[in-house]
Each structure stands twice: as C-alpha cells, then as structure tokens.
C-alpha cells in the first residue's frame, strides 16, 4: 500500500487470516466454554448448512447459430469441389471427411462459421486478414476462406480440368517450391499448393482439443471487425476479454527497498526476497486482452460466467471487460482473437499505390528468394548497406538475429524460410541448438527441428505409431522434454542421437501453419521491395516509423552514415528510441543507395502522416519531423485547405499549433518567405 501511494498504509486494521489459538485468544473475554463455541463450534455448523456451488458452470458454452453445421459442411465441400473437382482426390476427400467430424461433433462448427464471416468481411472492406497460431494446419479452413494457408501435402492442380498430382512421401517441403508444370491433360499451367501441416496440431489427436482461431486483422480495420461481432451475437452478448495486471518482480523489490528505507528500518538479504515474494502477483489494476473478445450465447447471461466492469476502474471507458481474467473462464465462452497487425494494413497501402493485388503475387519468385541470401535483387552491394542480405524492412526477417540466421542457412526457397520463421520465434531451439547442430555438420536446415509439426511428421516418417509421435510433440513443444520411453521407441525407429538431444532442449516450439501464414505476408511485402521500390519505401516509413527524423534523413547519405556510426559506437547504452532511429536509417540508406531519395517537409504538398511519391523524390509528412505530433500534423493540413498562409503567426493560429511546433517547421525550411506578422507596414 505504501509503494502505491496510500499515507495510511502504516495504520491498518489487523485484518489477516489467524490461527484457531489466535482467534481463541481474541474472545477470551467470553470465557473459555463460550469461545469455543464461537469460533469453532458455531463456524462448523454454518459451513455444514451450505451446499457446495460453482462460481462458473463446468461445460463449454459455445454461442449457437442455426444450421452452422450444415453450412460448414456444404461451404467446405463445394469448394473443395470447385478446386479439385466432382471426384474429389483420396487424400483430399480423407482429410476432409477426418477434420469435419472432429469440427461437427465437437461443436466447433460455429467457431469456423463467426471466423468465416469475419474474414469475408474485412477482405470485402478490402483488407488482407493475416492467420496465425495453428488454424492454418485445417484444411476446412482453408476452404471456408479464414486462412490462405492450404495444410495438405505438395501437389500441383490444375485450375481448369481439376486433375492433381500429390507428393505423400515429405520429399517436397512446399508446394510452391515445385517447378512450374503443365497439365498434361489440357495442357494449363498447374496451380502450386499445399505445405504438407498435420491437422492434429489444430484439433489434438482425437479432435476434441480446444480451438483457437487467431486472426491478424489490419490495426487500422480491427475496430471495424469488433463492432461486426457485436452485430452478428447482438449487444449484451460480446465483451472485452479482461486481464489482471499484477505487480512484477522488480517493481515489488522497489516497493519492499523504498518501505524499509523511508523507515529506517534494517533487513537482511533473505527478509527482502521473502517480502518481495510477497508482493510480487499481487493484483495492482485491471486491463483488457489486445483483442480477445469473449461471445456468450443468446439464451446465456454474461453474469452466469463473470462479472463485468470497466477496464482499470475507469468509469468513463467506453469498453466494457469481463471480470475475471480471461484464463480462469476459457473453455467455458467462446474467445475470439482478433487482433490488430501491421502487415495487412502494409499490403493494403502496397495495393493503393501499386494497384497490384497481393493474393495475384507469386511465392517463388526467383529475385524475391534472393532477397533472402544476398542484397543483389536491389542493385546494390553488401558494403553499400553493411548488411550481407537484402531483408532490411521485412516483417520477421528484418532484425540482426534472424538476419544472422539467414547467413548461416542460406535459404533457398519458401520451405526454407518458413523453417527459418520456426527457427527464430521458438526458444532455446535455434541457438545452443539447431545452430550448433548445423554449423556441426550433423544435419542441414532441412532436416533440424523447425515447427512443433516437424517432430510429428518426422516421427510418423521414420516409423513411430502416429499417436505417439503427436504425444511426444506436445511434450517437446511444451518444455517437457523426451521421458525414457519416448527415447527408447525413437531409438528402435532409428531416430539419430542429435535429434534425441535437441528434443531435450526445446522450451516452446511454434505452429507451422502460424509460420506459413507469416512467410507469405513477408515474401509478398519482398516482392513489392523489389519490384515496387519507392511504393515499399513510402508505406514501410508511413506504417511503422514512429522514430523516422525528417530533419536528419533529408540531409542524404554522409549524415545519415554518420549518425549510424554514432549510435554504433553507443553499444549497449543506446536507448530504445536510439535503437529504432538506428532501424530506420539502415532502411534509409539502402534506399538512398538504390537511387532514390527523400525531399525536404512541404507546408503545402506534405501529408499530416503518410509519405507520398513525388517526381522529385519521397515527400515526409507533417509527423516525420521529431516534435510534431499527429494531432498537429492534422491540424495544419486542415488548416490549409482554407486557403495560403499569410504569416507564421496566422499558421500558428489557424492550426492551433505550438510556438515548438512553428519553431521546428522553420528550423526545417518549411516557412521561407512567410514573415512572422500580418501586419504590413506603411513606410
């Protein structure tokens, strides 16, 4: 209490839980007969009057909609017809059959159907909606259109006559690594799909594992897509999902240190951790989930499972959150992620400027992969950039540590890459893992444990009964590491020691579907970085450079190399905003190195906060100069459209800016020839 603020957090009542003696202790003033049966007799015979009751009922209450399953059913079905024609090839028809019994008698049909409906919408907005966790490994929702992800094995089909030819033997990573082909019964060029993802990593080997369907919706649309759920379950029945913030580590060490410090009070080492201990989880406010929506069902109350409340005891928000955390009701509501990303609202810029439709874009184009190995698809040299690939900017691929990982690799296609996105968002399973074991010669990329789904598909492969290879997954995903057993079958089944060990090692492994969902976004924003330059320069600063300097990068190339040097030489002591200057003029650079360049802020011609493309070069916005907010940079260009302006202090007016704002916009050189009155004088 004292740590937040309360002065009489010295002068509490002793309310705590005591001992039965204690509590004896404190009646004594009725005499030893009549404390007793206060506080043990009595006590015993209320508790024994009252039944046992749940706060939150045991069973799942997903939300109803009439005839989901049919609908579910026939969607899937007519589209796996439309692509694979009336007689539906084994494998497919299998794994359909397969998934929409798990789905249908499961009651997860109308988790599929609200997902559907979702997607359908934001891509008739015209925005891209991104699939992550591992919704990507069903095929039925490929087919209901919630993800582009198409989790059978590599195969070519052909978009007229329907007739496919299917790899079942893991020799291809991907289908669209494939080489092009020709049908040979009509002779049209084969369509390219299927990135071979077991579906039990969705559903659990008996597909009764609880869904999670994650959608990455444009930042931008993803209030859109909130407001649509209320629509579709009506108001009342579609809330925040709430979380609990609690006090961490290091702030419950500042609390206990500051507390026996104002007091002047000596403790040793031992009694500071165990009063940080103490503190530490304790719950300090409330907030609610990035985009965790909860449904509950028409005939349902909200109040059957929670309680409801508005984030952080803010009376005047306008959200409203479950009560309890949304960890302690899940697997009784349905929750939906729908959470705001970046890359859609980058495609979709990408697409304004372009008129290029991402989903036309091909994933094996030989320049994009190239990008991934080398900086010669954009026409320059390592040295120009100080960087051996060409992926500066690319979502996933772009920081130092995956950078380094694609030097040691050497991805050759989209396999490749989809192995390294693995590789990079697990833990402890590249580094003192699968980089040893490569950099050791003991296995190639291709054959090191990327995606949680490798270890299944790898197992099955070698021999291993498929329901232990999806247990000894679900293990190693999870931290848990290999038992005796599990190393006894992989043994038999001629599993290599190197494997064994890395298994071992493995804390969390991501879903391949989520992996493949991120690939695809990143190779089509490549495609556009080589193709497109001056588009893919102007919507990376416009979406993702809070910290771009308009005044420094302007200057050109010597300025923005020095600048560089001078962070560099700050090391570890850079701040975070050092840090993401520091990405911004790498990208910077390598555009200025690729021929084109940036111009200065225009009063009349700049955007309040998107880059546009001119003749003479990319055009900052207002917000690109450092110390000019976004509110400001509305401001102005609201103010200009009512007509020039005719003096600093008439900008300064009109605009309601700051004396800062108009201070920086001249230091810049977007105020020349304005004088700083409007008074005009007569001799």
Sequence with gaps: ?????????????????????????????????????????????????????????????????????????????????????????????????????????????????????????????????????????????????????????????????????????????????????????????????????????????????????????????????????EELFGEGHVFRAGTIGTIAEKTAYGFVKNYLEERGIKATTAEMERLVKGCTGVKRTTGQHPGGIMVVPRDKEIYEFTPVQKPADDINSEVTTTHFDYHSISGRLLKLDILGHDDPTVLRMLQDLTGIDPKDIPLDDKNVIKLFTSTEPLGITKEDINCEVGTLGLPEFGTKFVRQMLIDTQPQNFSDLVRISGLSHGTDVWLNNAQDIIRQGLATLKEVICTRDDIMLYLI???????????????????????????????QNNVPDWYIQSCNKIKYMFPKGHAVAYVMMAVRIAYFKVYYPEAYYATYFTVRADDFDADLIVKGEKVIISKIKEIEALGNSASQKEKGLMTILEIALEMYKRGLKFIPVDLYKSDSVKFLITEEGILPPFRALQGVGENAARNIVAAREQGPFVSKEDLRIRAKATKTVIEILDAHGCLKGLPETNQLSLF
């Design 1 to 229: 209490m004292a740590g937040q603020g309360f002065d009489d957090a010295d002068n509490q009542a002793p309310l705590y839980f005591k001992t039965t003696d204690e509590m004896l202790e404190e009646f004594k003033y009725l005499g030893e007969e009549k404390a007793y049966e206060v506080v043990i007799k009595n006590p015993n015979i209320i508790a024994d009057l009252v039944e046992e009751i749940k706060p939150i009922p045991e069973e799942t209450f997903p939300p109803k909609i009439d005839g989901a399953d049919e609908e579910i059913r026939k969607m899937t079905m007519d589209n796996a017809h439309s692509i694979y024609g009336e007689k539906l090839p084994e494998v497919v028809e299998k794994r359909l059959e397969k998934e929409l019994n798990s789905i249908i008698n499961n009651g997860y049909a109308v988790l599929y159907l609200i997902a559907h409906k979702l997607v359908a919408k934001s891509l008739n907005d015209g925005y891209l909606v991104g699939s992550r966790g591992s919704v990507g490994s069903s095929f039925v929702a490929t087919m209901c259109g919630i993800t582009e992800v198409n989790p059978l094995p590599p195969h070519y089909v052909c978009p007229k006559c329907k007739n496919s030819e299917f790899f079942l033997d893991g020799s291809v990573g991907a289908g669209v690594d494939l080489p092009d082909k020709y049908c040979p019964v009509c002779n049209t060029k084969y369509k390219k799909d299927g990135f071979d993802i077991p579906f039990e990593v969705f559903l659990g080997f008996e597909g009764d594992k609880e869904p999670d369907i994650d959608l990455n919706f444009s930042g931008e649309y993803q209030p859109v897509a909130h407001k649509y759920t």
């Design 461 to 491: 492969y070698s021999g291993v009964p498929p329901k232990t290879a999806f247990n000894i997954m679900e293990r190693v995903r999870k931290g848990k590491g290999l038992r005796d057993e599990d190393i006894e079958i992989m043994k």
